[in-house]
Every structure is written in structure tokens, then in C-alpha cells.
């Protein structure tokens, strides 16, 4: 009983002084919000410890009203900035010629960015996408969602003023509409294809009539190794990965399921994760982390399941080869009759400037896409042109799958969401459950490219990119080659449900973005088409060292959420365990420890042999020789070609533990090392510094070092720092590990959960929880959430608020 008064006290006292709740940004000016709703939208708002939100609310519109308040509390000013991109005025706010931050698009500058989202918006896409039936459209709690975020953010635009130098007083911070939410959620759908060419899509021109009667005109061929090249260099500069395991209960404690989730993402702009508990009562109950812009929780957990995300191999587009009417380039064959290109005429009003005016043209396989210098290096001549198909562009069904993850209660659950809404562009699923079942699945949106459609329908191009780079370049002057539909398939052109790659109950289940084939190492995954991702070929050093951890941790058996906090922060260097002893080895018999640079000069590495030798192999803050190890590799990594480095090569029988030993006599090795050396003698940074010291970072003041490491090293705890050698070493961090969550459950309703958001809460750095979290990460501690309610009232940081449209 006097539990129960104390918790109605501790809620009394809290919606008393309901003004102090707010985040910094919101704080500047109570307003009427905060008091109790006597009509529209409302939602509670309580926050616990590091400014996590706790949103109750009666109905998903006014869920989604808390939460479009919420975030702009904590990041208007990346939220303004997207919103900006999505309705293509970047370059009427910020001039044509500027660079965006790429969280939207890869568009090189303001302007191609602009005229590639007008073009979307004037085309009335993202509203025939809302318009459609569920489940080929989202359904209702999804709009609802979308409606009452659009009014939440506007609430809190309305009632209150930013502090955020960012943004402060800023023109281009307004109102927002729905379609302005569903066309966020759009650009992330698209990222991986049309978001990712949109330099392509844009700069794409038919030639001109002197370049079409020139022989250079009729005969330029595409460069099938240039192709591949761009191909692996899109996957290697990509700024998503991540690692994610589920152990099965028979591997655990107590019987029941394990999640450990380590999403890398940007740490700036608009592809951050944001924390929350959705509450609707008796209806959903779920916490974890929202994309911003997103009513919904992509990565989270609830009472009996949790779940992550990981980046997938999956290629989520396909070309097509149009044969051209020699008399007219805007003019393409299929079966013998002519197809006229659809021209969008878009015009880009210009800061300081008149209006920008380009074409891009469109076909029934999608928009034509060239460039010399772009994203895809393809020619468009006389005879010839490329389309690119991206079925995620016909795609608004992310954020029912991610509901009905939410709501699910196990396993179970999570794969018939996966194969009622088919909603999810790029990921895959790893998920555990309170009855300790495990899942992987590669259940994601991809064209409809089977092994056989390619080998009947692909053009020359095609056959060399496809088994490549799993780039499909099909013919586009047949119409036999269309992509057809599997019978479970809820989008036309993509694959069922059937047809994904799936695991179920295995003891462990693991994904660190390479494909699906070793999910299990004991129970590997094949059959499925090339377009998923390869079979039987050399993996990442993460995903060696991911399933050697993971399985070893399996084996053992008697895991709790303590063993995925250590595996966590482990920061396991793998390709240091592999290459380190070789490499100083190699360096104590260099005559005189003298090896020459890059430049030629001798460099005496003496100092560097037992650094190497004595190095813990790992990228903990305090590892000495860490450092050194990072940057030769780095070195070797841009001399010596991955194929030489190894005097044992890969063996798919042992895919784990191959390749191995390295190649210390292949040249480079040695200067490598001298550059290695060299460089950090320049910077003045002792060979043998702790790693902390030089990977840092400067959070309202404070300097925190950084645990983790680059993905050439092979650390789960991956970081990519920015290189600053002028102010100290790695001083920065550009993305890595983000929303980290580690989850189990204990019998009672409430999971055994802790997470941490690295780069915290806000992006406001007038904000406390701009950078509380981030200290944490530094410390390699954890949160330990507040999920159940009897743990949310008793918060010593509760702060309640009321918000309401009116």
C-alpha cells in the first residue's frame, strides 16, 4: 500500500511541475500544452534518466502527436534540415552549390538533391503510395502515425523557440505537413537505389545530335569493371552496418532468448536514432529507438520480444539495357514497338539566383540514369541507354512492419509481420523471444531477379556484373524479361516471402552484413538467388570475429544480458589476432630495423617491433599499440591487394578461420610499416600511446576517448573515427555503433534490458542530453532502461508533461 501511495505521490508532484520536464530546447517558454487536453490531439510525456521519453497516449494519432513533439524537442533542427531536403528547397535556403550531409540521398550538391525530391513531389508519388489499399499502403494506425506526428512537431514549432545554434531563427524551420512525414520515410526507402544514383538520375541527358552522328556518339560501350568497381565501392563507402546476434534459450540461463543489437549509423544529421517507450494502453507497449522523422520504433524491444536490424548484401536494384530508336534516343524498343521516355521538366528556385530548370527522363523500367563521374559510371548514346529499377520506390510499408514487430509476442510474430507488409528496404531481421526461439531473415524488398531470369535475360554487361556484384543488367527489349511476381508477393516485381533466407531456432543467429550463409556457422543458409548475396565466399574480419565470439559463447552455454555487454565491449581486434604477431615478428628481422616510406627515406622502426608484440589486440581506450597497428593497417590496406596479404587463402570449408598468416614478405609490407611509423612520429604521438589518448572525442567541454575500431580491423565495436593527426589523432567519430540495446527477460513482465545511444539523446548542444550518453559510451557503461511502470514512476529524473494540440 504505501508503495502504491508513494508512486501516486511521485506522479502528482511530477505533473505539478510538469515546466520542468521539457528538454533544454523545450524548456525556454511553458506554454498551454503542458496542461491536461480538452480537445485534439494529446499525449502524456515522461521522462526518466538521460532524457528518454515515455509517451502514453490513447489512440495512434495522438501517439504519433507525443511523438512528433518529442523530437523536435530534442532535434529540430536536423528534423527542419530533412524536411527541408524532402521538399527540394535546399538550394533555395542554402544555395545550389552546397554540399548536403548525405543522410537522404548521395546527391553531390543542393541542387541535384532538389531536383531529384521536386521531382518526386511534383509527380504526386509519395501520395499514390498513401492512397493505395493495405498492405500494398500503409494501413490506418500508420497514417494516423504520420498525421499526428506532422501536428506534434508543429505544436511544439508553434508554442516554443529553439536554442539550438543550428537552426536558431532560421527561415527554412516550418510547419510540416504529412505528406512532408511520408516523403521522409520515402527517402529512406529509397536510399538504396534511387536515393543512391540520384547524381545519376539527375545529370542524365540524351546526346546531342552532333555527339549522335559522331563515331564516339553511336559507339561508346559501357565498362563492365568500372561498373563492379562502383559496385563494391558503393558497399565499402557506405555509411550503415552493423552487427546484431539472438541466442536460442538452450543456450542461455534460464531457457529464454538473448538480443544483442549494435546498429552503425551516422552519428550527425538526419539518419540518427532517437529513443522512446510507445505506450497505447492495452493496444501496444514497445521501447527502443526511432530513425528521426519516424513515428514508429525501428529497433526495440517489448515484454516478450526484441529485435535488430542489420544492413544486408541484398542488391535492392536492377538495370535495364534499352535498345534506342536511332532516330530518336528519347525513343526505346520493347518487342519491336517504340516507347517514348516520359520528360520531367523540374525547376529548382535558386538562393541569390533565377530558377534552375532540367529534364530527367523516365521509363516504364524507371528513371534513365548516366554519368561519367557519378554513382554509375554508364553511357547514354545514340543506340543505348540504362533504367534503374527500384522496387522500394513503390515501397510505404517500413513503418507497418515495424509496428507489427511492436506489437508481436514472439518470434512467431515477428516473421508473419515480415510477410504481411514486406515492408522493409535494405535490412535484415534478428530477433529473440521471452520462449527462446531465435530468428535471422533476410526479408527484405528486391527485384524479382532470379538465377534464371539473369542467365536468360541478362545483356553482355549484365552477365559479367551480375555474378560480380550481384547487379542484374537485364534486356529491355523483350518483354519476356519483365520481373513477374511471385503468389505470396505483396508488391509486383519482388520476391515472396517464400523465397528469403531464414533461419529459425538455431542456438545462435548472427549478421555482421555480410550475407545470409552463415547466419549459423554449423547450419549455413543456401538456395537462395544471387541477387540476396553470395554463397561460399571469403567474409568480412567483423563477421569472422562476430561467429567466432558468438559460437564460442554459444558452446559455453549459461549466457545472461551480462555476456552481451562484454561481448560488446569487448573490442576485439580480429585481423590484429591474425596479422600482429606475424607483422612484428617481421619487423625484429629487418636489417638494422630500418625499412623505407613511401617516400623512399629510411626510417629506423625498431621502437615499433615490441609495441606490435606486446599489444592486447583489442581497441579499448587503454590498448597500447592499438593505434600503431590501425594506421600500418590502413597502410597495408591501400598497397598490398587483400588476395596477396595472406599466405593462406580463403577455403570455404573454413570459412571463419581463412584466410590467414600474413604475407610479411609481399611488397608494401615493409613500407607500410615505415609510413606507419612516420606518420605518427610527425604528429608527435608516441608509438606505444594508449588509444584513448588520440581517439577522442569533445562533447560541451569534456573529452571522452573512444572504444571500437575501423571495419578493416574487424571490431564488433565498430567506429569510424576522423583522422586529425594536426589536434591529436582520431578526433572524431563519423558513424559506428549507435542505438545499442542488450535484452532478456527474467519470467516477469518486464524485460532485462540495457542500451545505449552513443551520440545521446539531442542534437542540441545547449542540451545536457546532447552528450550524457556519449560519456557512457566512453566509460563502457550502459543504460539500464525503465520499461514497466512500477520502474518509470519510481525514476529519481521523472519529469511529466502534458502536451495537447490546443
Known sequence: ????????????????????????????????????????????????????????????????????????????????????????????????????????????????????????????????????????????????????????????LRQHRTTDPACKGAPWVRPVTTLDVAARFYALAVIGGQGGSVDDITGAQPPTAAARGSRTGTGTAPDARALIRAMRKRAADAD??????????????????????????????????????????????????????????????????????????????????????????????????????????????????????????????????????????????????????????????FADTSLGFGTARNTADVLASLARHQGLPWV??????????????????????????????????????????????????????????????????????????????????????????????????????????????????????????????????????????AQQFANRVTVGELAAGDAARACAALPGGVARNKDGTQVDVSAACPVLAAWDRTAGTGSRGALLFDRFWRRIGALVPNAQRWKVPFSAADPVHTPNTLDTGAPGFATALADAVTELRAAGIPLDSPLGEHQFLVRRGERMPVPGGTEALGVWNKIEPVWDPAHGGYTDVAFGSSHIQAVGWDGSRCPVARTLLTYSQSSDPNSPHSSDQTRLFSQEKWVTPRFCEKDIVSSPALRVVRVRER
Open 1 to 156: 500500500m504505501r508503495h502504491r501511495v508513494r508512486r501516486l505521490a511521485v506522479a502528482a508532484v511530477a505533473l505539478l511541475t510538469a515546466s520542468a520536464a521539457l528538454p533544454a530546447a523545450a524548456a525556454e517558454r511553458p506554454s498551454r500544452q503542458e496542461h491536461p487536453a480538452h480537445g485534439g490531439l494529446s499525449a502524456v510525456i515522461r521522462y526518466t534518466e538521460y532524457g528518454i521519453p515515455h509517451i502514453r497516449a490513447k489512440s495512434y494519432a495522438d501517439l504519433g502527436f507525443g511523438t512528433g513533439w518529442a523530437q523536435a524537442a530534442d532535434q529540430l533542427c536536423v528534423l527542419a534540415d530533412g524536411f527541408v531536403t524532402v521538399r527540394g528547397e535546399r538550394s533555395r535556403f542554402f544555395g545550389p552549390t552546397a554540399a548536403t550531409d548525405g543522410s537522404l540521398s548521395s546527391a553531390r550538391d543542393n541542387l541535384s538533391s532538389d531536383l531529384y525530391f521536386r521531382g518526386v513531389r511534383e509527380a504526386g508519388t509519395v501520395e499514390k503510395l498513401l492512397a493505395a489499399p493495405a498492405p500494398l499502403g500503409p494501413s490506418r494506425q500508420v497514417k494516423d502515425l504520420m498525421r499526428g506526428y506532422a501536428a506534434g512537431y508543429d505544436t511544439w
Open 240 to 397: 550503415m552496418g552493423s552487427n546484431a546476434v539472438a541466442f536460442a534459450g538452450g543456450t542461455t540461463a534460464n531457457g529464454r532468448g538473448l538480443l544483442l543489437g549494435n546498429p552503425h549509423y551516422p552519428w550527425q544529421g538526419g539518419r540518427r536514432f532517437w529513443q522512446v517507450q510507445q505506450t497505447i494502453p492495452g493496444e501496444l507497449d514497445v521501447a527502443g529507438a526511432s530513425l528521426l522523422g519516424s513515428p514508429t520504433v525501428s529497433i526495440g524491444y517489448n515484454s516478450r520480444v526484441a529485435w535488430s536490424h542489420t544492413v544486408s548484401s541484398g542488391v535492392p536494384f536492377n538495370l535495364t539495357q534499352l535498345t534506342l530508336d536511332p532516330a530518336d534516343p528519347t525513343v526505346y524498343l520493347v518487342d519491336g514497338k517504340p516507347e517514348r521516355m516520359t520528360r520531367r521538366t523540374v525547376t529548382v528556385p535558386v538562393k541569390d539566383g533565377p530558377p534552375v530548370t532540367r529534364t530527367q527522363w523516365w521509363t516504364r523500367y524507371g528513371p534513365v540514369v548516366a554519368s561519367a563521374d557519378g554513382d554509375l559510371p554508364l553511357p547514354w548514346t545514340a543506340t543505348t541507354a540504362f533504367a534503374l529499377n527500384d522496387p522500394n520506390a513503390a515501397n510505404m510499408r
Open 428 to 565: 535484415n531481421t534478428v530477433a529473440a523471444d521471452s520462449s527462446g526461439h531465435s530468428l535471422f531473415s533476410q526479408s527484405q524488398v528486391l527485384p524479382r531477379i532470379t538465377d534464371d531470369l539473369a542467365a536468360r535475360c541478362s545483356t553482355d554487361l549484365g552477365r559479367a556484373t551480375y555474378p560480380a556484384a550481384g547487379l542484374a543488367v537485364l534486356d529491355g527489349s523483350r518483354g519476356t524479361c519483365a520481373l513477374g511476381r511471385d503468389a505470396d508477393a505483396v508488391q509486383p516485381g519482388t520476391f515472396g516471402p517464400a523465397r528469403m533466407p531464414t533461419l529459425k531456432d538455431a542456438p545462435y543467429a548472427e549478421n555482421s552484413n555480410d550475407s545470409a550463409w552463415l547466419a549459423n556457422a554449423d547450419r549455413p543458409l543456401t538456395g537462395y538467388e544471387r541477387i540476396f548475396g553470395t554463397i561460399g565466399t571469403a567474409r568480412s574480419p567483423r563477421t569472422r570475429g562476430a561467429i567466432d565470439a558468438v559460437a564460442a559463447m554459444a558452446g559455453r552455454g549459461g549466457l545472461t544480458v551480462r555476456d552481451l555487454q
